[in-house]
Structure formats: structure tokens, C-alpha cells
């Protein structure tokens, strides 16, 4: 440690620094008061020094240090002086020192002189804290494999450290305490950087203790030969004028530093490896080609030794290069036969071709093509494939004949990794005109300009005359401006004669004939003008598209009427599911429940406006249900009349659960219970099996066509011998949510199936419900599924009815008794006015009825049921789960009323003194909710301290 260096103390919490600090605050007070003369009760006195504000002063270093003097004379100072060793430092009472270091560190003396012959000084000790500075005697350590190695680690802090440590780069697990590290027998995996690290704790007057961390380096180098040697990239491919570079290192690395040597194999040949390639850890080839393919090897040398040899194969991929491109323009006559196009490119690796026409692509099984494609390997990998398009097919005339849709931009495309290269070819087609505008009519009204349009294609050009009505003369562009007539080409060979007509008039209505003639041929074609109408009505209307809540259609729109405001209504209703699409009983359901005014269709027809919208999205639609579709068009003048009728039906949404799953490892038996629905389902059965491997997974073992009903719950039982056994899987049978498909259920110590089912459609098996689990045992699906609804909630009421007629009966009979009693006791004391006290049972049961203990004002008649099986049926295709939710809760309402009344009836009334039932509170206690939900049951128990206060009974609901 530095000589100027105190010895470190234990500094004081900094509850007692806070202590100092007050009462050197105070002392201070007091004696810059006797400096500067205000106490004059007191006779000279010699100065008596005092120095802070602590001794000795610990101060972090590059911090402030303030040295406080403080003086207590009469006469008193006018100053004071500071020094260090001997040596005069400064006059003011406080000295401050700026950024302190550790040749600040020492012993300060304060002297005050006041003339009395006598000086007073005080010695403080300035403690500089700084954080461990670490040394190592070198940055590099060689030694041999085998030797001791030991390097020392100097540190140097104030407070001394509390720890020192060795680390290494790169091993986090590596730690060793101590200033000297000592590896024994050190090799070649022990080289490396090796950090001396060392901390101290540091107190500085009025700071909080902070730590302080030093460290430094020292490479460890072992010398060794070095070992295997690695080329990266290990698998290069590089395309063909592209550059490449081989990176060569190896583990251990060697030391000294290695060369690093490169050979390659010529044409196999490995005598050529003696033959140095190059030197260096890398070897660059700046640009590739085919004959840089091959394979390269690397090792690493030093004066110890050499390394094992690394090697590679380089991979020279090239993008495909034509060996014969198509002709850029050809032409060809309309019924030419045998006509073929071909291109050839070679590549590496092998290319895929394709043909495209006009931007689209060419298919194979296209009746008006058809492609052989011929590929060659030659040296080196390269591939040659040579292509052919044949125009031959079914659907050409004699099958070989070219056509004038045959025109267009030809495209030949070979791609493989590397890149892709194309040759295309503009083939023309020599043929008549071809009419192509859609519609031969025009409307316009009076004094406006029309345009009558002439569209045809045609190559060579064509030429073209109007003529109107009767009249053999061609019309021609007339002085006064009433015919214009114009061309327009569009696509190379696709023509439009215009004839305008301006300031029309009612003599200009009527027939139009467009003749155009070319070298070929010539045609003929009539357009009408008409004054502005209403549109023409659609036609061929389909359904493009169908979901679960919407309906795509498209149509062919007719004449607008000369109207470009025409926009298209389509008009729908709900119509029966046709029998083929449901179930037998459920066509016969759906018949009534569509005739019934509160069902789901509707006779009346729905309208949606599509706009000029063709195609048009219908929406929104109700799911699995049947519409009509037909649409027309309308304008400013009127509309058309309907097109064709297309009928659709809508997509399900979601595929119900089933209701319960059993399985019986005895007799292989698994039953499926289905609510009642109209959907056509199968059922996907899947066991938990091993394959091969410690993690269980589902495998689908059966599929089973269920046959479902529309009117009522179904049980489908069938035999599966080849479900696996393993591990026994407790489960509830019930439907699992979305989160639970992956999730398997706990298992038990004994062995047994694990057994789930999904309904899909059938007629689509990737649209499936929630997974249900199988319950293992003996299945009682048999004896419950052949209730229907309507019998299963009738049993539910039936019984709920009896309970609360015991109960009441319970009821009624204790609270008779306890009134017998108090008549009894009561016999010699005053009666009560009717006004006043309570009426007796008898007294109740003569003059007003009392409640009777059961209303059935939530029951179900038999009418309420039918249409509520009607409405299960028609909707089955929501959740199981909701259904039978909404049954409970029916029944549940149906409970809380009679409890409400019965509670109403018991309760006594607010406007009197007593209840003229008061004396029968207690309807309904004792009593057990027999639906409530799962897991819940309420139980009604009569409160002691109500009955002592009213002579009554009062029900409170108790949670089980």
C-alpha cells in the first residue's frame, strides 16, 4: 500500500454520522461566536483548535474533500493555517481540495495564533478510498503441456479487498480464489484469458458504502500442435461468376500460431493433394465456375506439429442457359395444323419448365395443348432440357387446327435454384373478323350524341362501312357534322368503328349495319338505336360461392337501357332444405316448421341491393339453411324482369359435441350419444397408444356414420377390437373446450384405454366439433337415450313437483302443531282483535285461503313442448351443451317463481302490524334444488331466532 495511506477504520453506521454531523453543527455555533468576538464575558483565553467534520476524513477518491478548522481564542484569530508535513498548505478555515486522489492521503495540522504567546493546532487525518487496482507482472504466460503454471495477482485498494478471484473467458463454471493462480499439468484446453478480479467495500463520509471492482488480463498460451481442422462453410455451393470464400481453423489451435495449407483433388486424382494450393486461414475463389467443382482440403502446421486434414466438397450450381430460344415473331393462317414451338436450356441443378401464355400458365391437361419435356444429363451435373409445345388437343378442330384464340405472347421458363431464364414468341393469327361487343343495341335520347360501336378482331386489318335501314349507300362523314366515324386498335388486332351521331333525332332511330371486311373474309352484324329504357332482364345466374353466413352470385347482366346509373337487386327467401340434404324425419319437421308463423323462413321474399357489384356477396345469411336466389336490374326508366332461380344452401357453423361417451373394455363397446340434429355426421373415434416411444399420442382407430334424428337424442354402439390399452385416463365424458384437444387427461395407476370422439360432417371430414372423452366402463347410454327431450323434461318437472309437495306437506303439519301448542298455553290469557295480533291456522283457514304450497305457473303444456323439440331440432347445430343449458334454465325459472310466490305468501305484509298468512311462514323450507347447476345445490332451512321473535318459521337458502 501507498506510504501516504492511512489504515483503514470501521466507519460508523450512518445513524451516528447524522449524530456528528448535529453536533458539529452546534460546537460550530459556538465557537465561530467566540472567533468573532460576540461573547465578551469571559478573560483571554490561548485558542484551543478544533478540525472536522470527522477525523479521520474518508473521502472517495476523485471526489471533494473539505478540511474544517474551527478556532476558539480570546482576543480572537483573524486567521488560521493548514499544514501538511511541515509544508504550508493554506490561511482559510475550510480547505478544500478539488478531485482528491491518493498522494492527497496523509496528516493535515490546523494552527490558530491569537497573540498570547501560546498557538493551538489540531492534527485530522485525511483517509483517501479508492477501488482495488489490479496488476499483473505480464499480459502473456507460455508454458508446456504438462507444467505448473502459477501467476500472481497484485492488487492494491484502500480499504484492502475482500476478495480476489480468477476467472476465464469463455468458462463461466471457472472460478479460483486467491492472488495465485495455479493450474498443475496444464494442456491445450487450459488455454486462454484468465481475469484477476478483486473488490473492496468503501464507507466515505456522508455516502452511502458502495463497492469497489478492479481486474486485469494475462493470456495463457500452451504450446501445442494443433488439432482437427474445420473448413466453414462445410457444404459451399456458389453459382457460376460468383466469388466464394473458404474459412480453415482447428481445435485445439495449436501454439505457436499454425499455418494453415490448402490442396485440392484434381479430376479425382489424389496424388494432387501433396501439391499446395495455398497458405492461410482463408482461400478465396473470386469468380466461380463449373470446373472450380471439387473437393478441398485444409490442415493446420506449427513447429510442434500437424493437425488433421479438414475437407469439403465445393458445389458450382449454373442458372439455366438457353441452347435454343423461340423465334420472337411468327405468323400463322387459322386453320394451320401440327403446329409446335421448342426451346432447350441446360443447368445445374436440374431446371423446372414451365409454359405460359399471356401471363397465365399452360396446364398439361388443357384440351388445347399439349407439352413433352426431354431432359439429358452430361458431365459435371449440368442437365439439357429440351421442351416442346404441341397445339394439338380435343378441343381443337380435328384436334391439330389452330384458331384465332391461338394469337397471343408465348413464354418459355426454366427456373431452378440458382435464377430463371425465359424466351418468348409473339404468335399471330391470320382470320376473318370476329364479332366481340356484347350487346347489338344502343340507347340514347333526343338531341343527344350517340355512339353506335363496332367491335371486332381481326388480323390482317380490317376495313370498315356503316349503312343505315334500307339504304345500300355507305355512310360517310357528312359537311354538317351530323356522322363522325373513327377506328380504335387495341391489343395489335382488336378493332372499334365508331359511328357518333350528334344532335339525334327521331329519324335516326333504328337499325345499324357494320360491315368489315379483310383479305379472308368479310362479315356483317346489325346494331340497334333506341331511345333510353329500362334494362333487360339477367341471365345465367349461379352461385359461386357458399359460407356459413353468406352467398356469392354472378350473372350475365342484359342491355342496360342505355342507363349507366343500372344497378342489380338480388331477391331471396328461405326455402325447405330438400329432402336428399336431411335426415327422413327431420324433411318432415322442417315441412311444419317452415309452415308455422313462428318459425325461421319466411314466405316473403328478402331484397339486397348489390349496386353495380358483379359478383355479389349476399350477406347476412342464417347457417345450414336453403335460399332461393334471383336477381334483376333496375334504372332510371324502370326495371327488368327476374332472371333464373339458383337455390343454395348455407355451410354449418360449428358441429355439436356428443352428449356422452362410453367405452367398455370387456366387450369393446363404444357408445356415442348425439343430441337430435339434422346435420349428416360421422363420428372419428381415436385411442391414446405408444408407437415406439415413451410420448403418448391420439390415433384415429375408427370412423362411424352415426345416424342421427332430428325429433330426438340417438345412441350409436359399435365394436372396436384393435383399441390399444395403457395407462387408465379418468374423464367426465363430457365435451372438452378448444384448449383442452392437446391436452391429456390425468392418469391413474391402473391400466385401461384412453378413449375420445369428435362428430365431423360427412360429407366433409376436416370440419369437426369439440372432442369428448370416453368414460370407461359398462355403458347405461342404452336405457337413457331412448327418452326424448319432451319425456326427460316432463320427468324432471314431475319430480321437482313431488319434492315440493312432501316439503310443504312437512312444513305444514310442524307449523300446525306449534300453533296447537300455543293455544293451548294461551287459553286463559286475553284474545287478540283481528287487527292486532296474529289469526290462528283455524281462524286463516275458514275466513281467507291461504297460498296453496305449489303453483304451476312455470310448467310446460304439451303444445310448449312440441314446439320447443321443433325449435331443438331446427337448431341442433349449436352446441350440446347450450341446449341443454337452456333447458335447465326454463326449468329453473320455472322453480325461482314458485319460490318467489312462496316467499311472498310467507313474509309478512309492510302496510300491517301481522300477516294474515303470518301465522304459515315457512312454505317452501326444507326444501332441495333438484336442477340446480352442477355442483351446486340450495337447501332452504328455517331461522330459530325469526321463529321465537314471530311464532313463525322464515326460510333461508343455504349453499351445499
Known sequence: MHEANLPHKASASSNSFDKLKHVWSLNRKCLTSRITGNNNNYGNNYPRVEVGPQNPLRIERDHVAKLDCRVDAKPMVSSVRWTRNGQYVSTTPIHTIYRVNRHHAGKYTCTADNGLGKSGEKDILLDVLYPPIVVIETKTHEAEEGETVIVRCNVTSNPPAVTIEWLKEGSPDFRYMGELLTLVSVRAEHAGNYICRATNHMQPFGSKRVEGVGNSTVALLVRHRPGQAYITPNKPVVHVGNGVTLSCSASPPGWPVPQYRWFRDMNNDLSNTQKILAQGPQYSIPKAHLGSEGKYHCHAVNELGMGKMATITLEVHQPPQFLAKLQQHVTRRVGDVDYVVTCSAKAKPSPIIRWIKDGTEILPGRKMYEIRTVPTETSNGIVTVQSILKFKGKGRPNGNQLVPADRGLYTCLYENEVNSANSSMHLRIEHEPIVLHQYNKVAYDVRESAEVMCKVQAYPKPEFQWQFGNNPSPLTMSSDGHYEISTRVDNNDIYTSILRINHLSHSDYGDYTCRAVNPLDAIRTQIRLQPKGPPERPTALKVLETAHN?????????????????????????????????????????????????GLSSPEWLEFDCFRDNPCKVSPLDQHQSYVFKIYALNGKGSSGYSNEVMATTKVSKIPPPLHVTYDPNSHVVGINVAATCLSLIAIVESLVNRESSIAAWEVVDTIAMQASGSEATLKETTINHIAQRTHYSTSGRPLGHAEDITLALAENNQGPAVRVKLCLRSNHDHCGEYANAEVGKSYLMETSSFTTSVVIAIVIASIAFLLFTGFSIVLCRCRRSNAAKNSNAANVKEYDLDSGRPSIVAQTTANQPPPPYYPTGSIDSKSLEAHAMELTLTAVQDAEDLLHHHHHHHQHSYQQQEQQMQSSSLPSKSTATSLYGAQNGYGCHMTNAIGTEGESYQVVPSSAHHALSGGTECKYKQL
Open 550 to 598: 353468406f352467398v356469392i352470385l354472378s350473372w350475365l347482366p342484359g342491355f342496360n337501357g342505355g342507363m349507366l346509373s343500372t344497378k342489380f337487386l338480388a331477391t331471396y327467401r328461405r326455402v325447405t332444405t330438400p329432402r336428399d340434404q336431411l335426415l327422413s324425419d327431420c324433411a318432415m319437421s322442417a315441412q311444419a316448421y317452415a309452415s308455422s308463423s313462428s
